[in-house]
């Protein structure tokens, strides 16, 4: 099971999860996770605690596989594994992952 943002797409556009037996996934905000971090923490305790769950779903997956642990469910935070995965193996999405570098580091420069 795969928690992420709508618009994370993990695994998709790579090979990652292509030795994965299924994939589900439960959708959160694409942004602000934490403003539906309830309704999250409900859809998630509804799976079976045998089944692993992979978050990424920015600073709030830390939280959720804090507070899914404590339920029994096995959680772990995932964070940009495909995006980093992506450019050890060369896919397009390096692009995207360079622009997103440089958009952050003048955010952090305050440009």
């Known amino acids: 099971m795969i928690i992420e943002g709508e618009m994370s797409r993990l695994g998709v556009g790579n090979d990652l999860l292509d030795n994965a037996k299924s994939i589900k996934r439960i959708l959160g ?5 934490f403003s ?3 309704e999250i923490l409900d859809e998630a305790k509804k799976l079976d605690k045998d089944v ?3 978050l990424a779903l920015g600073p709030a997956a830390t939280c959720l596989a804090y507070d899914l642990h404590k339920l ?17 193996q060369g ?3 390096r692009e995207e ?3 997103e570098e440089k958009g952050s580091r003048q955010e ?4």
């Not at 905000?29 to 996770?33: G, H, L, T, V, W």
């Not at 029994?72 to 050890?88: K, L, R, S, W």
């Open 108 to 111: 952090q420069n305050g440009a």
């Open 72 to 88: 029994g469910y096995q959680a772990v935070d995932i964070g940009h594994v495909d995006v980093e995965y992506g450019i050890g």
């Open 29 to 33: 905000p694409s942004r602000q996770a």
């Open 91 to 93: 896919y397009a999405r």
């Open 97 to 99: 992952h360079e622009s």
């Open 36 to 38: 539906k971090y309830d």
């Open 52 to 54: 692993l769950i992979l």
